[in-house]
């Protein structure tokens, strides 16, 4: 059996049927793609437009596609007309371009809206405080071409398991306040993107219900 669905076999010993797996496939080729494909891995995950739009194009019409990136607004409408859920939405205004480009193609295109958890300074993402400054203001509600589907963050990257432990279980908190707050009656406010190779379990552990795994099932990537 190839490495790829051996590595794929295994993390889904480590999923509860709760949790979506979202298998990170940038800078990875299409015939790695189609080995994890073939054994029914549906939802990929792309964090380059163009790279994303030609992997789309070649490839099999059912996978859903998930862009997990930073997204420039002059990209989204390439991505509009497809994209199954953008996961890194950091700003108001990048909402309002998406709103805006998914009304020309007429869809509703599911967001999540990007937190900023990491000490580091180089993540994207709202601060917990501009996050819920943002939804209490209420314009979003106008944005009838977005779906708010929930909340994603990236932990610090360190080896303290207990920092990551902690910041996972702050956007969990951050997720359950905004749910009962703006969206008690949205039942498609529901998911909370956060996990990686490295610390997927201990997301799962807090709370998570999308995790984003690239290198622990198609190998370390060269960049
Ligand atoms: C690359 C990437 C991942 C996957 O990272 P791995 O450590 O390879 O699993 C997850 N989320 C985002 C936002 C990424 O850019």
Not at 62 to 91: A, C, E, M, R
Request: proline content about 2%; some cysteine; hydrophobic content about 35%.
């Amino acid at each position: 059996m190839n490495t790829i669905s051996t590595n794929i076999l295994s993390i889904r010993t480590h999923i509860p049927p709760h949790v979506q797996l979202v298998c990170v496939s940038k800078f990875n080729p299409n015939e790695s793609i189609i080995e994890a494909y073939e054994t029914g891995e549906r939802v990929f995950g792309e964090s380059k437009v163009q790279e994303l739009c030609g992997k789309q194009e070649s490839l099999p019409k059912d996978i859903d596609w998930h862009f997990i990136g930073h997204l420039q607004t002059n990209k989204i409408k390439y991505l509009v007309p497809f994209v199954s859920l953008i996961h890194g939405v950091d700003s108001y205004k990048l909402l309002t371009e998406i709103d805006n480009q998914a009304t020309k193609s007429g869809r509703r295109v599911n967001c999540l809206l990007q937190v900023h958890i990491a000490r580091e300074e180089t993540k994207f993402g709202f601060s917990a405080e501009e996050l819920l400054e943002m939804l209490s203001l209420g314009e979003w509600k106008q944005l009838s071409h977005v779906q708010i589907c929930g909340l994603m963050g990236m932990a610090t990257y360190t080896e303290n398991r207990d920092q990551i432990r902690a910041e996972f279980r702050g956007l969990k908190t951050l997720f359950d306040k905004a749910k009962s707050t703006y969206f008690a009656s949205e039942s498609l406010f529901c998911e909370l993107s956060m996990g990686m190779s490295d610390d997927y379990q201990l997301a799962i552990q807090e709370g998570s219900t999308l995790v984003r795994v690239g290198s622990s099932i198609f190998g370390h990537r060269n960049y």
